[in-house]
């Protein structure tokens, strides 16, 4: 994997350059591709751990050559992404701290502002020699034992905290706390409200407050002592924006949440809107969701993984077997296309459309995803 992927980075780079492999990687769809071409089940959610670990190791020796850096990766490596990037930084005459800021408000933003249900473990972080970047994380849902991936991508993001992600690769889970919702403006204000409040008001509001049965968050669940401290270093900090109240020490998801339903009852704004992997597929899903593959489209995102395999500079044993797999890859698309434009004229039927249930349906379950 390590080799294949390598050589097939590099021909992307010799083609098209850095900056349409970061659109490329941000793409979940494009992503998947890659992974099945290099050998990953396309249902598991190992693909993600395996392909960036594989791109890490081929890539970062070269790194100065080709002026792409691959950081994070899995639990504690992820955690190793700031020193990894002042680094980087340092060496190409980089924004250090702009780039660890990115890199937190990635994570911030998916772990706590997103309460999807999932945790992230894995956090890879790719930049380029001009500072360009674009980040693949993922989380896993404890109880589902399922996984769920988001993509960024920084010519993407015009702000941190509306509506940022290129992609996120997940089942939508229908209406959620989700405060980097378009709508979500007003939530975010009135939790800002309350960071510059002095912290014995906000607390004192608490004390009195009944939350009811239907929140997620009760009032036997708040800490005071921790979210006064979390306040108290708030109000300190004289924040300006909302993306810097994400970075205020110990403002992990819980205790976000709990502020985000304070705000809600105190101020009177939502905080509950829809899952953003309601746009989670940038090509489609041959099961029709979130709708029906755009074969012009995928056709293109397969001419770019030919290209590059012809071009990979690797034995021909393993040229070959990407090969084989990426055209397995794309007869399953066809043949599915072919199905779907038959059944069209056969009375044909499916579990999401007409509401039948099977035990043979798996839905989208995010390819256990993961």
């Known amino acids: 994997m390590t080799k294949l992927g390598t050589a097939i980075v590099e021909s992307i780079l010799l083609h098209y350059g850095r900056e349409a492999f970061l659109s490329r990687l941000s793409d979940p769809f494009w992503?998947?591709?890659?992974?099945?071409?290099?050998?990953m089940d396309w249902h598991s959610s190992g693909i993600t751990t395996s392909v960036m670990s594989a791109l890490k190791r081929g890539l970062n020796p070269r790194a100065s050559e080709l002026g792409l850096y691959v950081c994070g990766g899995r639990g504690k490596q992820s955690r190793r992404t700031p020193d990894e990037l002042r680094t980087i930084a340092d060496r190409q005459g980089l924004d250090g701290e702009a780039l660890?800021?990115?890199?937190?408000?990635t994570a911030k933003v998916d772990n706590n502002c997103i309460a999807d249900g999932f945790q992230i473990y894995l956090h890879s972080f790719v930049v380029t020699a001009s500072g360009d970047w674009a980040v693949v994380q993922q989380g896993m849902n404890t109880t589902t034992g399922f996984a769920r991936r988001y993509h960024w991508h920084s010519a993407k993001v015009r702000d941190f905290v509306v509506e940022p992600h290129?992609?996120?690769?997940?089942?939508?889970?229908?209406?959620?706390?989700?405060?980097?919702?378009?709508?979500?403006?007003?939530?975010?204000?009135?939790?800002?409200?309350?960071?510059?409040?002095?912290?014995?008001?906000?607390?004192?509001?608490?004390?009195?407050?009944?939350?009811?049965?239907?929140?997620?968050?009760?009032t036997?669940?708040?800490?005071?002592?921790?979210?006064?401290?979390?306040?108290?270093?708030?109000?300190?900090?004289?924040?300006?924006?909302?993306?810097?109240?994400?970075?205020?020490?110990?403002?992990?998801?819980?205790?976000?949440?709990?502020?985000?339903?304070?705000?809600?009852?105190?101020?009177?704004?939502?905080?509950?809107?829809?899952?953003?992997?309601?746009y989670s597929f940038a090509l489609g899903g041959k099961d029709g969701h979130p709708f029906p593959v755009p074969l012009k489209i995928y056709d293109e995102s397969i001419d770019v993984l030919r290209r590059s395999l012809e071009a990979a500079r690797v034995d021909g044993g393993e040229k070959l077997e990407g090969f084989r797999r990426l055209n397995k890859f794309v007869e399953d698309?066809?043949?599915?296309?072919?199905?779907?434009?038959?059944?069209?004229?056969?009375?044909g039927r499916s579990v999401q459309r007409d509401g039948l249930r099977s035990r043979h349906h798996a839905g989208p379950r995010q390819m256990r995803l993961f």
């Open 31 to 39: 992503f998947q591709a890659l992974g099945s071409v290099m050998g």
């Open 100 to 105: 660890v800021r990115s890199s937190r408000l």
């Open 166 to 218: 290129t992609g996120i690769m997940g089942e939508p889970a229908g209406s959620i706390m989700n405060l980097v919702d378009a709508e979500a403006g007003p939530a975010q204000n009135a939790l800002l409200m309350m960071a510059r409040d002095r912290p014995e008001v906000t607390l004192g509001q608490i004390r009195h407050l009944e939350m009811p049965r239907h929140h997620d968050v009760r």
């Open 220 to 278: 036997e669940d708040i800490d005071l002592d921790r979210l006064g401290a979390v306040l108290a270093v708030a109000y300190e900090r004289d924040l300006h924006s909302f993306a810097d109240f994400l970075l205020t020490e110990k403002l992990g998801p819980r205790t976000l949440q709990t502020l985000a339903m304070i705000a809600e009852i105190i101020h009177g704004t939502p905080v509950r809107f829809s899952d953003p992997a309601r």
């Open 333 to 347: 698309v066809e043949t599915v296309a072919h199905e779907m434009v038959l059944c069209a004229g056969l009375a």
